[in-house]
């Protein structure tokens, strides 16, 4: 069982419309959508849901004023500043508490209590592709990265379980905590970018990381006809570094149809889009074997 994960280093690049796209040639494979912040991969997938799950987030402080004193040492000694008098009572702003829980140590009256928070929910569904784990992080809550290894461990149990060949993953956009979570351990890493500056730079920060991770990389330029200076310039910078350059996908406006059908490119495509992602994924198959 391999595990691809497909990045981007930014946001915009396409990076799910790719992950969409090879979905349907994939078969036999678990699909994780690891953008937890902004899931959008079971907006096209349409999956049934079969199991709803909580995410516990860190611990809160909560004021119980009916035993505070209001004498206000946790206001003063909070190093946050979560803690506010609002109308002569002393309460906790739960988006700025780090749940340290000096305030819970600190109180003579014993009016503070830790409680845990809920961070999101992860679901466990079937789409008409196959076993689909997605996740939804509640605004302003943390741990993106734990959720994403969660998800993660949960798809291979399965994928393991039902001897599957192949886990396709939707990472999240950047290079911090979400997407180290999401390459970890990842067999293959394919490169979404585009012909943009910040295109090149983010593809450069992404092979970077996946190098540091001894993680084999390849690269798609999305949107390639945009800037045809600056896709010489990824093409240029491929060549150099040893990355195999899969596709170079022109700007089309069949994949932006596609979505708003709710439908892969693939399904929606004609023979030459069908063509493009059997490319990629004969590269990607090649890559793997070549390790």
């Known amino acids: 069982m391999k595990q691809i994960v497909i990045i981007s280093g930014k946001g915009g690049t396409g990076k799910t419309t790719v992950v969409l796209g090879l ?11 690891c953008d937890v912040d902004a899931p959008d991969v079971h907006i096209v997938l349409e999956p049934d849901i079969k199991n709803e799950n909580l995410f516990p987030g860190g611990k809160n402080a909560i004021i119980d004023n009916q035993i505070c004193t209001d004498c206000g040492l946790c206001e003063k000694k909070c190093h946050f500043n979560a803690i506010s008098n609002i109308d002569g009572k002393l309460e906790v702003n739960k988006f700025l508490c780090e749940g340290c829980g000096l305030c819970y140590h600190l109180c003579p009256a014993g009016a ?13 569904s079937e789409s008409k592709f196959g076993p689909f784990y997605h996740a939804n992080l509640i605004p302003g809550e943390e741990n993106s990265g734990k959720l994403i290894t969660m998800l993660r461990h949960q798809a291979r149990l399965r994928a393991e379980e039902e001897k599957r060949d192949f886990i396709l993953i939707d990472g999240p956009p950047g290079t911090g905590c979400p997407v180290i979570s999401s390459i970890t351990g990842a ?6 970018t585009e012909p943009t500056v910040s295109g090149v730079s983010d593809l450069k920060r992404a092979h970077s990381l996946a190098t ?9 330029v999305n949107k390639s006809t945009l800037n045809p200076k600056k896709t010489q310039e990824i093409q240029k910078f ?10 170079e996908i022109p700007y089309d406006i069949r994949y932006l149809e596609a979505i708003e059908k709710r ?18 994924k004969e590269g990607i198959l090649r890559g793997i074997n070549d390790q």
């Open 212 to 220: 540091h991770f001894k993680i084999k990389s390849a690269c798609i």
């Open 23 to 33: 979905v349907p040639l994939f078969d036999n494979s678990v699909i994780v959508d």
């Open 112 to 124: 503070i209590k830790m409680e845990k928070s809920i961070a999101g929910k992860w679901y466990e």
């Open 187 to 192: 067999d293959y890493a394919l490169i979404v």
């Open 238 to 247: 491929c060549e150099i570094n040893n990355i195999a350059l899969l596709s």
């Open 263 to 280: 439908m892969t490119p693939y399904e929606y495509g004609d023979e030459d889009i069908k063509e493009t992602f059997k490319t990629i």
